[in-house]
């Protein structure tokens, strides 16, 4: 293999191997074509130097002369040569390719020395660059191991102060981007300002809840002033007044009634559907209304007329002879109804009926072996009254064969008794224990389960006009309660969780109204004044460590002044709007920006952030590779 030594005029010495003997003009054209692949090659070399704070050039030589046996003094002299003349041929290239790789090496160590995302205070930021100037000043040095430890310590000298100031420097460049974007936030994306959102998400942060929480409670009805946990600091900013005040005053002052409302008309939906008002009419009529309308259903029954088969007189002639003695009380009671006689005799045991007897005759002799069998019952003759009961029954069931106008009187008649009765019973729900109640519905068909519902709400509308209409959704809303056991007991269980849901709302409404619009000013709710606005945002610790004077003076006296009321008139009233909002999309907004404009204000910071402590290595590089016999400074 032969090897020539070029010398290449502004380009530097070029070393060339061949396996054929070269004239001068060969070898000089060979290391022309090699001068040509160089420029790539000198640009990697020079982001390795700043990659590696000025040691990659003796790594490289001690690879290629363990690879190929070459003396690695001579490998080193022909590296480093061929970068100082890239260098020189083309400054501001190397120097930037070069400072690259150095703001490399310190992006890829700032999870370890704090970075970007840390604010670094000043002592940390000159001790790095320290570390840094003194790997680059040694590394870069060259000589022998004195020469290289007075580059050292110049380095760590120089980049302690270097480093810093780069970073400085591309920090005040993001500040004025960082402002620039957060006015197009505030202004073109309809944000508020700076302190309103903090101070929401230090109220968002006291209620225990997450964002996605808050707003799901918001969702389903409630607002974030009716949250218990922070009552206190929304009474504590009622208490300031103005606008602020006025908002909430507002806000607390009709929700609880529309809140009542709105459950009240989703009580009346479930327990009374399809319950107009003349059936509620129906219901509370009087004994004297509910028997003239029963007389009614049956004369008209009675004009219609019935067959009088002989199954009938069979089942009548039957009681008779069982039970002779009801015949004076039948008889009784014909008289007085009719003004006539009996329409039937006994003779020889047998009963004889007149020919005009009618379905009314027999109805009225039907009721009156009823009255018996009941006069029986509460003297305490259960045998005799159970005996005259099946009489009455048997007859009772031929009397609807021969009419069915009659047999509808009947069961409308009985219908309208049981439905008066679990009405009744419904209104006086609340007298009772829930016990009780659920022991009084068991056997109720659906007919009179309705009318007791009606009934239990009706019993709810009377409460709702007196002056319990306040605390009623209290009492319902707490499930310890009678009120709130009889509820569940007898409310239609697939809506039965949506009720319970209304009604808490109303009563944590009415609640919170009491609690922040009534009584005296507490010790609780004036130290949670003082907090208000009192929170420092984590923007403002960031803007504060890079020396903004803005910021570190309002970071200052949000330390140091706790009894400052802290945000303006108008702030406070944003803060209470929200804190009164209805609206989860503007509440989420509020808790957490996720527009577009948020999104470039992260990513501006992000960057900037990265950049200003890649310039700050790049600053401790550049202070260890200058105060140096380095490639640079030659």
Do not use: C, H
């Amino acid at each position: 293999m032969n090897t020539y030594s070029v010398e290449i005029p502004g380009q530097g010495r070029f070393r060339v191997e061949s396996e054929q003997e070269l004239t001068d003009e060969q070898a000089y054209q060979a290391a022309l074509a090699q001068t040509k692949k160089e420029p790539a090659t000198q640009r990697i070399r020079s982001f390795a130097q700043g990659l590696t704070m000025g040691g990659s050039d003796e790594m490289e030589a001690g690879i290629v002369s363990k690879w190929t046996g070459r003396p690695y003094d001579e490998v080193l002299a022909e590296i480093r040569t061929k970068i100082k003349a890239y260098q020189q041929a083309n400054p501001i290239e190397s120097t930037a390719t070069e400072l690259l790789g150095a703001a490399g090496t310190g992006l890829a160590f700032a999870p370890f020395t704090g970075g970007a995302s840390v604010p670094a205070t000043l002592g940390r930021a000159m001790a790095t660059s320290g570390a840094q100037g003194l790997a680059s000043g040694f590394l870069s040095a060259e000589g022998d191991l004195s020469q290289r430890a007075a580059g050292g310590l110049t380095g760590a000298a120089t980049g302690a102060v270097l480093g810093p100031v780069f970073q400085k420097a591309v920090e005040g460049v993001g500040f004025t981007a960082d402002k620039v974007t957060d006015w197009a936030r505030r202004n073109i994306g309809g944000r508020g300002s700076k302190a309103v959102e903090t101070e929401i998400q230090r109220l968002a942060k006291t209620s225990g809840l997450t964002n996605d929480e808050i707003v799901d409670r918001i969702a389903r009805g409630e607002i974030m002033a009716e949250n218990e946990t922070l009552r206190t600091a929304v009474r504590a900013l009622y208490s300031q007044g103005g606008e602020a005040g006025n908002v909430i005053r507002e806000a607390l002052t009709t929700r609880p009634e529309q809140l009542r409302r709105t459950a009240q008309k989703q009580l009346q939906s479930d327990l009374t559907p399809g319950v107009n008002r003349s059936v509620l009419r129906q219901m509370k009529m009087s004994d004297d209304a509910a028997r003239a309308a029963e007389r009614q259903a049956y004369e008209t029954a009675f004009q219609q007329g019935g067959v009088i088969s002989p199954k009938l007189t069979l089942a009548f002639g039957e009681a008779i002879k069982r039970v002779p003695d009801v015949v004076k009380n039948i008889n009784r009671d014909y008289q007085a109804q009719t003004g006539k006689k009996a329409f039937f005799e006994v003779v020889d045991g047998d009963v004889r009926f007149d020919k005009g007897a009618t379905l009314q005759d027999f109805e009225i002799a039907r009721r009156s072996l009823r009255d018996a069998a009941a006069e029986a019952y509460r003297a305490g003759q259960g045998n005799y009254g159970g005996i005259l009961a099946d009489l009455e029954g048997a007859i009772k069931r031929e009397l609807d064969v021969a009419s069915q106008p009659l047999a509808r009187a009947r069961a409308g008649a009985q219908a309208l008794r049981q439905t008066r009765d679990a009405f009744a019973e419904g209104r006086k729900s609340f007298t009772k224990s829930s016990d009780q109640v659920e022991l009084d519905i068991q056997n109720y068909n659906p007919q009179q389960l309705q009318a007791y519902r009606s009934g239990v709400m009706d019993a709810l509308r009377n409460k709702f006009t007196t002056g319990q209409r306040k605390s009623l959704m209290s009492t319902l809303a707490d499930p310890e309660s009678k009120e709130a056991r009889i509820l569940k007991a007898i409310y239609p269980q697939d809506s039965l969780a949506e009720i319970e849901r209304k009604v808490g709302l109303a009563a944590q409404s009415q609640k919170t109204a009491t609690n922040v619009l009534g009584g005296s000013q507490t010790a609780p709710s004036m130290l949670q004044a003082q907090k208000i606005g009192s929170d420092v945002s984590a923007q403002e610790l960031f803007n504060a460590a890079r020396l903004d004077p803005f910021a570190l003076l309002n970071v200052t006296r949000k330390i140091l002044s706790s009894k400052t009321q802290n945000l303006s008139e108008t702030e406070r009233e944003q803060v209470a709007k929200i804190l009164v909002q209805t609206d989860p999309n503007l509440v989420r907004r509020a808790l957490q920006d996720d527009s577009m404009m948020a999104e470039l204000q992260r990513r501006v910071n992000q960057i900037t952030g990265g950049a200003a402590v890649g310039a700050r290595s790049a600053g401790a590089y550049t202070a260890g590779a200058y105060a140096t016999p380095s490639l640079l400074a030659e």
